[in-house]
């Protein structure tokens, strides 16, 4: 299957360069190189608020669809980068198309980022996160019984383990999952790690790293490192996965959704072809990326016609 021509650019450009290697890179150089990868994210969705909110020492940023009152069902959003870049600036207009395309209210979690701060950090912040929103819904305006946890590459992961963890609490679960190419093997067993490793901009050695750096004291083996081989999936909500066919990480996340199946959770699962790791961040150039962004606004906002309904 060929490339989508957007991308096909990129990944050309990549490979002229001679395949720029995140071994060679320092941390602030990655993270200005995603700042400035937010031009291709298409035009910015003006018709939603946003605003910050502190609680309890964690910052939240909550979008809205504009004019919106009273609660709303709720995407908790967990953003990608590998445990090592990203935040509000790398999503803000993910973050905005999902709030407005889906109609409900959409707040991301910033989680500390290696290699400052090492694991357990992000998947405590992911989880301090989640159950800040659900114990303040009311101030937030979100229904508490219509939230899911979603989130791309490492917030996929994050999204994931904090629902594993939620689960372990008996206090709250989420409606739903949705994990966007998300990195589930710390140990990079997965074929598509080879055969996608090199060329696709997202490379091999962009995902490994990122993992050294989050996880230089920790078994790779650990099951919130590699929340794919855990055996206690059974219970969790819900569950949908989208991986790309040019991903590094697209075995492990077909690979789960087998897992998740063979365990009894409702799962489904969608492999978009044409297009590379990080493409729902490309709607400027994908027509993938826009096609998968309606797909998730539909999905969670089914629950606010539900609500309607009610």
């Known amino acids: 299957m ?23 890179q320092s941390i602030d150089d990655r993270r200005a190189g995603y700042i ?41 959003y967990y953003h990608g980068g ?6 509000f600036a790398t999503h803000d207009n993910q973050l905005r198309q999902l709030a407005y395309t889906s109609g409900c209210r959409v707040i991301a979690v910033q989680y500390r980022l290696a ?11 992911a989880e301090k996160g989640a159950n800040l929103i659900w114990q303040y819904a009311e101030q937030l305006g979100v229904e508490r019984q219509h939230i899911t946890l979603a ?42 790690y080879t055969r996608n490793g090199l060329d696709y901009i997202i490379t091999r050695d962009t995902l490994l790293t990122g993992y050294e750096m989050y996880l230089p004291y920790t078994d790779r083996q650990h099951p919130e490192a590699s929340p794919l081989w855990r055996d206690d999936l059974s219970g969790l909500p819900p569950t949908h996965i989208i991986t790309a066919e040019f991903d590094p990480l697209r075995d492990e996340g077909e690979l789960l959704y087998h897992r998740l199946t063979v365990q009894g959770v409702d799962c489904t699962c969608q492999r978009y072809l044409g297009v590379i790791h990080g493409f729902f961040q490309l709607a400027g150039i994908s027509h993938a990326a826009r096609s ?16 309607v309904i009610k």
Request: net charge negative; glycine share 8%; hydrophobic share 45%.
């Open 115 to 125: 290699p400052e701060h090492t694991f357990p950090a992000a998947h405590d912040d």
């Open 2 to 24: 060929a490339l989508e021509n957007g991308i096909a650019q990129q990944v050309e450009e990549f490979i002229a360069a001679g395949r720029p290697s995140a071994r060679r």
């Open 292 to 307: 998968a962004m309606q797909d998730i606004a539909w999905r969670v906002g089914i629950q606010r016609a539900e609500t």
């Open 151 to 192: 989130g791309d590459s490492a917030g996929g992961h994050l999204a994931l383990v904090t629902a594993l963890r939620l689960k372990a609490a008996t206090q709250w679960l989420p409606a739903q999952l949705m994990l966007i190419y998300p990195m589930l093997d710390a140990s990079a067993k997965c074929e598509s």
């Open 82 to 87: 590998c445990f090592v870049s990203g935040g």
């Open 36 to 76: 400035a990868s937010t031009v291709l994210a298409g035009e910015t969705e003006t018709r939603v608020e946003v605003s910050d909110v502190e609680l309890e020492g964690m910052t939240l940023r909550v979008v809205s669809p504009r004019h919106a009152s009273g609660s709303l069902p709720c995407v908790i």
